[in-house]
């Protein structure tokens, strides 16, 4: 069994940074895709930045060149910086990964989710 732990989340004022962070523990042979995923209150859950193993990115339109995705193949961990954060970027935050338990079987688990709110 899999488990994610995000933590990081908070409220920030327009223009600030915060930085989240998304533990993946349990019977792990090995991590392939990580992601990052939102939900703002009455709209649909949204992708906003995913990250494979050997490092390469994608972004949502909406946080190019704001937000920054990294991870650490060590720890299973994956991270997201968000800078110059504005009030639409205010939402439950979840991580997404996927990859093979020991047992060989494929996993696909969801964080908990973690509320990330930015005043103006």
């Known amino acids: 069994q899999v488990q994610l732990v995000e933590s990081g989340g908070g409220l920030v004022q327009a223009g600030g940074s915060l930085r989240l962070s998304c533990a993946a523990s349990?019977?792990?042979?090995?991590?392939?895709?990580m992601g990052w995923y939102r939900q703002a209150g009455g709209t649909q859950r949204e992708h906003v930045a995913g990250?494979?193993?050997?490092?390469?990115?994608n972004y949502a339109d909406s946080v190019k060149g704001r937000f920054t995705i990294s991870r650490d193949n060590n720890k299973n961990t994956v991270y997201l910086q968000m800078n110059s954060l504005k009030p639409e970027d205010t939402a439950v935050y979840y991580c997404?990964?996927?990859?093979?338990?020991?047992?060989?079987?494929?996993?696909?688990?969801w964080g908990q989710g973690i509320l990330v709110t930015v005043s103006s």
């Open positions: 990250i494979t193993p050997a490092g390469t990115t």
């Open positions: 997404n990964v996927d990859g093979m338990t020991l047992r060989l079987r494929n996993f696909d688990v």
């Open positions: 349990g019977s792990i042979a090995g991590v392939n895709h």
